[in-house]
């Protein structure tokens, strides 16, 4: 059965406090790995679509990065509007179609 | 503002009533899904349509019955609903179902159900 994992659950850093948060996945036959953030009482907003293990993505202070087995999502000096619950998809084939399956999540808190 | 639009964005009902869900894109996408989320929890899919035909249902109870009017449509009807049913009703479209970034779920603001 395909598993998506994401630690840590709940993260809380400083203002400028730089970290990584973690996606590890589970599936067969990975057809792309997705990155999305969502603010309390909304729909998840896209921040970065990853195919092959070694591909990276970047994004102001956000870079994301895949390997076989997982990816990493870095936040670097991250400000107090970086406050949201990060969440990773992963998309795989279902009986000839393809699927989206969310992780966990991770809910990051960014104190000034 | 998003371009996937739910209403409405909340609704009680009870647990003999009939209700349903609305979903609108207007981005020409041909792939649309319904997503449930419970409080703390991450989006679980429901059903997907792809070219307003259902391709995926993720095994879940008649009491949910989705619709696909036209390729800019999507509805979810309720009935007969269980306090379990509560939580977030999220909708979310795409350009397709193919590998490149056509696939990317863009995501309406959801509609916050509450089954007294």
């Known amino acids: 059965e395909d598993q998506v994992t994401q630690s840590p659950e709940a993260l809380r850093l400083q203002e400028g406090e730089s970290s990584s948060l973690n996606c590890s996945y589970t599936?067969?036959?990975?057809?792309?790995l997705f990155w999305y953030r969502q603010d309390p009482g909304k729909g998840p907003e896209f921040l970065f679509t990853?195919?092959?293990a070694g591909e990276e993505k970047e994004k102001e202070r956000l870079k994301a990065t895949l390997t076989k087995k997982e990816s990493f999502l870095h936040i670097t000096a991250p400000k107090p509007e970086d406050s949201a619950t990060y969440l990773c998809a992963v998309r795989v084939n279902s009986g000839g179609y393809q699927k989206v399956t969310f992780g966990t999540g991770t809910k990051l808190q960014v104190i000034p | 503002d998003t371009e996937v639009t739910q209403t409405p964005k909340h609704l009680v009902m009870g647990m003999t009533n009939k209700k349903s869900l609305k979903c609108e894109q207007h981005m020409g996408h041909r792939a649309m899904y319904w997503y449930k989320q419970k409080a703390k929890k991450p989006p679980e899919l429901m059903f997907v349509?792809?070219?307003?035909?259902?391709?995926i249902n993720e095994s879940v109870p008649s009491r949910f019955s989705p619709e696909c009017p036209n390729s800019s449509l999507l509805n979810l009807h309720l009935h007969a609903l269980q306090p379990e049913d509560s939580a977030l009703y999220l909708c979310?479209?795409?350009?397709?179902?193919?590998?490149?970034?056509?696939?990317?779920?863009?995501f309406g603001a959801g509609s916050r159900l509450t089954v007294l």
């Open positions: 979310a479209s795409s350009q397709g179902q193919g590998r490149s970034g056509a696939n990317v779920l863009t």
């Open positions: 349509y792809s070219y307003e035909k259902l391709s």
């Open positions: 990853l195919y092959s």
């Open positions: 599936v067969s036959g990975l057809r792309g």
